[in-house]
């Protein structure tokens, strides 16, 4: 290994060393409303907000995180003991994960974006929204779902690719300058 290539690597965030970046986007059929997950090899995957969101590319500012998607649902509630992780919510790709709320009023649903069991939701975001724009592909990450081993990789096919996710956001760009000249 070359000095280059170890520091090259030391400088690589743990996201990018550890995890696989893959996105969903028009989440909620509402174009930028993108999601991105973490995918680990242990088949753990944590659900963030993408870059390309409104609430970071627009620069807004959270002011509430709301995890009871529901009058039976809060997803804080969830209790998951033993290896198994049993107790697990199970979600699919379309399961509401928290609504937010920005100071502009705009407010936004974040889903799980794939199938499995709900291992954590961030209870964080609760008294410190903020950190969805700060931080959001760590402290700010939405939860934690372990998919499971018999559909692990026919989930992932299911996710865009970073360089397909590049794609789209260029097709984006395109559509909206020719848009804006017209």
């Known amino acids: 290994m070359t000095d280059r290539h170890f520091s ?4 690589a965030s743990v996201v990018d060393r550890y995890f696989t970046k893959r996105y969903v986007t028009d989440v909620n059929q509402k174009e930028g409303e993108d999601q991105c997950i973490l995918m680990h090899s242990n088949r753990i995957c944590v659900i963030t907000v993408a870059p390309s969101h ?7 500012s959270v002011t509430n995180v709301n995890f009871k998607v529901n009058a039976h649902m809060d997803r804080l509630d969830n209790k998951v003991t033993g290896k198994a992780k049993k107790g ?3 979600l699919d790709s379309r399961s509401l994960l ?7 009023g705009s407010t936004y649903t974040l ?5 499995g069991g709900l291992i954590e939701a961030n209870d964080q975001l609760v008294d410190h929204p903020e950190l969805l724009t700060q931080k959001p592909s760590t402290d700010g990450y939405i939860a934690i779902i372990l998919t499971r081993l018999q559909s692990h990789e026919q989930e992932m096919k299911k996710l865009l690719t970073h360089e397909q996710y590049l794609t789209i956001l260029k097709q984006r760009e395109t559509k909206q300058s020719n848009g804006n000249t017209s």
């Open 111 to 115: 889903r799980s974006c794939i199938k």
């Open 8 to 11: 090259e690597m030391s400088h």
């Open 88 to 90: 697990a919510q199970m």
């Open 98 to 104: 928290c609504f937010v709320t920005c100071t502009d």
């Open 54 to 60: 409104p609430i970071l590319m627009e620069g807004k």
